[in-house]
């Protein structure tokens, strides 16, 4: 499984960005595909998540009202839009899935992307 991460760059506070991840290979039933976020001096913090059926689907409270995430199973993409961008949501975020699950935790992600860059500032 590959995990390709697309849309990360500068925007300025209350702006918007649309990040898109890729994946390929995908041999599992089920699975759960989420984006999580690393900013420096910081640990690696879950945002959001999905299920491959998405009937499961989970937003950190810290984003929850700005940021939303799709995913269209046809395509294997899955889709995080933020918007109401803050200075503290800067970070190089991440696309990871977890084989047959049906939610996302940082240490049972079996797949990570190689991250996207996502600068607020004005």
């Known amino acids: 499984v590959q995990l390709q991460a697309y849309g990360g760059g500068l925007v300025q506070p209350g702006g918007s960005l649309n990040l898109s991840c890729v994946a390929s290979g995908i041999i599992y039933d089920y699975y759960a595909i989420g984006w999580f976020r690393q900013a420096p001096g910081k640990e690696r913090e879950g945002v959001s998540c999905?299920?491959?059926?998405?009937?499961?689907?989970w937003t950190s409270d810290s984003v929850k009202g700005g940021f939303t995430i799709s995913r269209d199973g046809a395509k294997n993409t899955v889709w995080m839009q933020m918007t109401r961008l803050k200075p503290e949501d800067t970070a190089v975020y991440y696309c990871?899935?977890?084989?047959?699950?049906?939610?996302?935790?940082?240490?049972?992600?079996?797949?990570w992307g190689q991250g996207t860059l996502v600068t607020v500032s004005s």
């Open positions: 999905i299920s491959s059926s998405n009937d499961n689907e």
């Open positions: 990871a899935l977890r084989a047959y699950g049906r939610g996302c935790h940082i240490v049972g992600m079996d797949h």
